[in-house]
C-alpha cells in the first residue's frame, strides 16, 4: 500500500476522532466517555500511521472502526424501537454520519491489507516487493494535501454540527461585532 493510501486514511483517523471528541460532550456521560475515549484512540492511532509509516495494530484498528459505527447503529435502533428520538438526537446525525463514513473505509482497507499481508505471510512473495514502492516527493506531498484537504472539507462541518461547534461563541460569523467606537 503507498504512502498516500496510509497517509489518508491516518488523516481518517484523525478526523474521526476529533469528531467524537467533539460529539461526546454533548451525550450521556458513559456515552461520552466512550466517544471520547474511541477519539483520542483514532487520534493517536492516526498520528502513529503518519510517525511510523506503517499500520500499527491493524486487526486491533480494524475492530476499533467498527466499534463507533456499529454503537451509533445501536443507539438509532433503540431511539426507533423505544420510540424516543431524543436518545439519539444528542449524537447529531451528520456528524455521526461523516465519523461512521470515515470508520467504514478505514474498516474496509484495513481489512483489506489485513488480508492481502496474511496472502503474502503464505507465500505472495511478488505482492511484498510490490507494495514497497515509494511515490516521488512532490506526488507524496500533493497527494498528503489532497488527502488532508478531502478529510478537513467534510470534519469541519461536521465539527460545526456538534454541540462542541454549535455552543462555540466565536462561531456565528454572520453577525460582525465591532467594539464600540469612542468620539473625542
Known sequence: MSQVTRSWLAFAAMGAGVIHLGVAPGTAIPAAVVLGVLGLAEFAWGVGVLARNRFLVARVALVVAFAPVIGWGFVLLAAVAFD???????????????????????????????????????????????????????????GLMVGALAVSMLTTPALAATGAGINNPHANHGELNLPEQHHH
Not at 97 to 109: C, K, Q, T, Y
Not at 120 to 138: E, I, T
Open 84 to 142: 424516543n428520538p431524543e436518545l439519539a438526537s444528542a449524537f447529531g446525525a451528520f456528524p455521526m454520519a461523516v465519523a461512521s463514513f470515515f470508520n467504514l473505509v478505514l474498516a474496509a482497507v484495513l481489512g483489506a491489507d489485513c488480508r492481502r499481508t496474511a496472502g503474502v505471510s503464505s507465500g505472495g512473495q511478488a505482492l511484498a516487493r510490490k507494495s514497497h514502492r515509494q511515490a516521488p516527493a512532490y506526488l507524496y506531498l500533493t
